[in-house]
Nanobody, 123 residues
Framework: QVQLAESGGGSVQAGGSLRLSCGGS????????MAWFRQAPGKEREGVAG???????QYTDSVKGRFTITRDNAKNTLYLQMNSLEPEDTAMYYC?????????????????WGQGTQVTVSS
């Protein structure tokens, strides 16, 4: 059974940094695309960053230059380094895994999801 578990969320002030992690079990992440999504209260879930099996990354415009997605296939772990955080980044962050993904920022491409980790950025 595939399971994803996020960690690393918390509360920070604007300009601060956080590093999210997503550990996978029940599958081997090599060969899978993985991504981070977020959902703020009252808003739809949006794709933040995705990474294909070869390590190519895709980002939504609002986080380019501030967030970095990486993966460690040996550890079955996905990361999201978030720098220069802004209050607008406040949301529940979810990791997702899928195969044969065409658009890495689209929810429908992913089969498996974690439970989420909360990120709160205060001004």
């Amino acid at each position: 059974q595939v399971q994803l578990a996020e960690s690393g969320g918390g509360s920070v002030q604007a300009g601060g940094s956080l590093r999210l992690s997503c550990g996978g079990s029940g599958f081997t992440s090599k060969g899978w695309s993985m991504a981070w999504f977020r959902q703020a209260p009252g808003k739809e879930r949006e794709g933040v960053a995705g990474i294909d099996p070869d390590g190519r990354a895709q980002y939504t415009d609002s986080v380019k230059g501030r967030f970095t997605i990486t993966r460690d296939n040996a550890k079955n772990t996905l990361y999201l380094q978030m720098n220069s955080l802004e209050p607008e980044d406040t949301a529940m962050y979810y990791c997702a895994a899928g195969r044969y993904v065409a658009d890495h920022l689209q929810q429908v491409e992913y089969s498996y999801w974690g439970q989420g980790t909360q990120v709160t950025v205060s001004s």
